[in-house]
């Protein structure tokens, strides 16, 4: 990735040359970024985009060309500008792993560093992960929907820009996809890239008939033909089988079909039937054309005869749900060492944020494995496995639960450390493989499209305390 | 812009080999870049992103790990590696200039160049101008519902990854709005970069007063404050009017207050009282929290005292309408010389594209300057402006309509000719000039938000017999 730096909202240098000159150059903030809500009205999100944060905060560094550019706003003094020419970031970053499944309100990265540096990266790091947990999750919603069926990503024409086309393809992946049409995303991400042909390539012929003999004659092993230019039933699936046929002649077996256009509900069931009188029973039926979760399980519980899914504009733009709302909100600061908890108060109380320094411990059933909640602590708290756990709703105090025979894991680890990265970077693979680990750990009841279970997300009683505190007795206005 | 050649579907890399494999090498393709549907049930799209397509095609080229790439599918030969080692584009592209206001079902871009070469880009402009497009419409649509404030492009944190963050700002500003908050946007294209202070500015500091106060001092001529981080009128405005004060004895005048949460249209009518009350007449109001057309519409109608907009997240990703679904369409090609429209035939007539060799003609009454209609023709046709012209609908062709004292303008014009750019890139500060004088040239009744009139958007006689003798007598099946 380029040098991203200059990529910040303005007010993040007014404010940095703002604590430059309140003498707040050495303060230390702490940052949270999280969300209020999942998208979609779902259940989760899985977060995605860590790399891509470790890439950012690595090459963070303001070229004399960008220099030269502030200076002209008549803005910035040559104080402020001889510290962005010096300017490292030196901060720790903790986050939880790429591809963690996690929940409104949980710190999925808090930062901690020098006022200055801490403000700078709020765009980027909320810009990044932002766009790329929405698509691993909506992809994960749209996978959750074909039932097991594969799912390609085919977007990059519909993408938001370049960037959200590759980096959303390799979301797509990470949230379920088997692979994507991006060529430059297969690239980069090492991960499998799709396609066959357009209806242009069929119109380029003087007949269908023309076009796919062409195509199975350059990929006779690999041959997929696309039926509706003209007319899927009476002349797409019709000249596909002669095809097909002089492909088995010649030794070959087709692999597929793909329709585009038309009632996928009664076309891929016609040509269920056809492919298979004529002795095709492997051909596979790929279909697309603005497909998302609601009509793939619309055409599924119609029992449609398609055995691919290729998804473009409603899954690379999260068409009906655009925007993740992370945020990066601040909850400490460090003064002569010593840790003062921050909030933003709200007439609604679902934006008041959880001051302090935390983590989050998940916590599991040893008897199943599987996640059974959350609790949001304080970083220097320590869960015992080996006694009882009682956690209770942070508004209706009176519902706990008690746990026994669980075991924890601390979602939030470190990425940065005095500004060296102590996190390798993850294979796509490796992290696509981890989601679905991540997939298994939690019952379908959280995970299921429609309707799903809330997961609790809990604060430990300390947390619980400070953050009432605040609210009570504040000699902040 | 870097070299974005591999930012391409797959499926036009196989159709590349089976060209070249088909003896198509050679064949010449004409294409149209153009969209179905204006956003949000719009009357109109600016088109944006002819810059960047110029970048893109002059930086086409596959790098030797690009070819090891391809190489290791196992998908190509050593013929077809060897041609993309060679690649260069040496066709013909013409558009219409960024800042145009453009219909649906009218040619933005067309591509005349040879098979391989007119396939391989065609993600890569509908990836640029769908996004672009889309958002500069947004924009504009946002500034209409401003009715001549001032609206602000704030959204890099929630754009779909950093490429839509700055070239959504780009877009932003040609659809309408007086700057942003993107700092590499305002570097790139020389666009005004805005901004102050977050929350985290307020909260970092002891007391709301004291964050205050900090900023005026460090901004003493710009300074606009931030109200809504503890509660708005209780202590926000109160705090702000002593600072305002404090100010003034200095020989400063402060500029403004921002609100960004709570009930927007009762907190600005009482804030503007409170101001007008202490004397500060001048002190703008800033809005922001999920606007968009709708709800500043909304608020206009309330008589809400906002005197800027910040917009975000709903602009910068187009939220209600997250794709512009512009497509690219094979409508001709030349074979030994001669030119063979092609069609792409569909159940749903509005999916059938116009076939041929194409132009557009915008219609302009001599006594206004307005534009009346476009007619799409053949590029060869000719408009005599000193003869009567009627035009008809292509659905209804009883519907006709004839103008006299009229002027025309051609639409598509030279981008690349033999593969070299012909036109130069324009500032972003003269293409906002140029849409500001498109948006003139249009009666409002096209332009309004909601229910607009449909603009006409007719086809020449030549073309309409061109296109009906396709759809009667095919043999193309």
Redesign the interface.
């Known amino acids: 990735m380029?040098n991203?730096t200059?990529?910040?909202?303005?007010?993040?240098?007014?404010?940095m040359?703002?604590?430059l000159?309140?003498d707040?150059k050495d303060?230390i903030?702490i940052?949270d970024m999280f969300y209020r809500k999942n998208p979609n009205d779902g259940g989760y999100t899985i977060v995605c985009g860590i790399n891509e944060v470790i890439d950012y905060i690595e090459n963070l560094k303001f070229e004399e060309e960008?220099i030269q550019?502030?200076k002209s706003?008549n803005?910035f003094d040559e104080e402020f500008l001889k510290y962005l020419r010096d300017f490292k970031f030196d901060g720790e970053i903790y986050a939880v792993e790429e591809g963690t499944i996690m929940f409104p309100n949980e710190p999925i990265i808090r930062v901690k560093a020098k006022?200055m540096q801490a403000?700078l990266v709020?765009?980027?790091i909320?810009?990044?992960i932002?766009?790329?947990t929405?698509i691993a999750t909506k992809a994960s919603r749209i996978c959750y929907s074909a039932m097991g069926d594969s799912v390609m990503e085919?977007g990059?024409?519909?993408?938001?820009?370049?960037?959200?086309?590759?980096?959303?393809a390799k979301a797509a992946v990470i949230g379920g996809c088997i692979g994507t049409?991006?060529?430059?995303a297969?690239?980069k991400f090492d991960i499998p890239?799709?396609?066959?042909?357009?209806?242009?390539?069929i119109?380029?012929?003087?007949?269908?008939l023309d076009a796919f003999r062409?195509?199975a004659?350059?990929?006779p092993t690999?041959t997929v033909l696309l039926l509706d230019?003209?007319?899927t039933l009476?002349?797409g699936i019709r000249?596909a089988i002669t095809v097909f046929n002089e492909l088995r002649e010649q030794g070959y077996e087709p692999l597929g079909v793909r329709i585009d256009?038309?009632d996928l509900e009664f076309l891929s069931k016609e040509i269920r039937k056809i492919l298979d009188s004529a002795g095709f029973e492997n051909v596979k039926i790929t279909a697309s054309n603005d497909l998302d979760e609601n009509t793939i399980t619309s055409l599924k519980n119609q029992g449609a005869q398609i055995d691919i899914w290729g998804v473009g504009?409603k899954m690379i733009?999260?068409?009906?749900w655009?925007?993740?709302?992370?945020v990066?909100?601040?909850c400490a600061?460090v003064r002569d060492g010593k840790m003062i908890p921050?909030?933003?108060?709200?007439?609604?109380p679902n934006?008041i944020n959880n001051p302090g320094y935390k983590n989050i411990y998940r916590i599991y059933d040893k008897n199943d494995n599987k996640a059974k909640a959350d609790l949001i602590v304080l970083d220097e708290e320590v869960i015992n496995e080996n006694e009882p756990l009682t956690i209770f709703d942070p508004i209706h105090t009176w519902k706990k639960m008690t746990f026994e025979n669980f075991y924890v894991k601390k979602l939030l680890s470190p990425l940065f450390i005095d500004g060296k990265c102590v996190r390798e970077k993850r294979d796509i693979k490796d992290i696509k493989r981890y989601t679905d680990e991540e997939k298994e750990s939690f019952w379908i009841q959280y995970r299921r499209n429609k309707n799903p279970q809330i997961y609790k997300v809990d604060l430990s009683k300390k947390l619980w305390n400070m953050k009432n505190d605040l609210l009570e007795n504040?000699?902040?206005?």
């Open positions: 380029v991203l200059m990529l910040t909202d303005f007010y993040q240098l007014t404010m040359n703002g604590y000159k309140s707040k303060e903030m940052f960008d550019y502030l706003l803005t006022a403000q709020e765009t980027t909320l810009c990044i932002n766009f790329q929405l085919f990059l024409r519909r993408a938001q820009a370049p960037d959200a086309g590759l980096y959303g049409s991006n060529v430059l297969g690239q890239v799709l396609g066959t042909h357009a209806h242009s390539w119109q380029s012929f003087d007949t269908e062409a195509y004659k350059a990929y690999k230019t003209y007319d009476n002349s000249n256009s038309g504009t733009t999260s068409f009906d655009a925007a993740l709302g992370g990066y909100k601040l600061v921050k909030i933003k108060i709200s007439e609604d934006k504040r000699n902040i206005l």
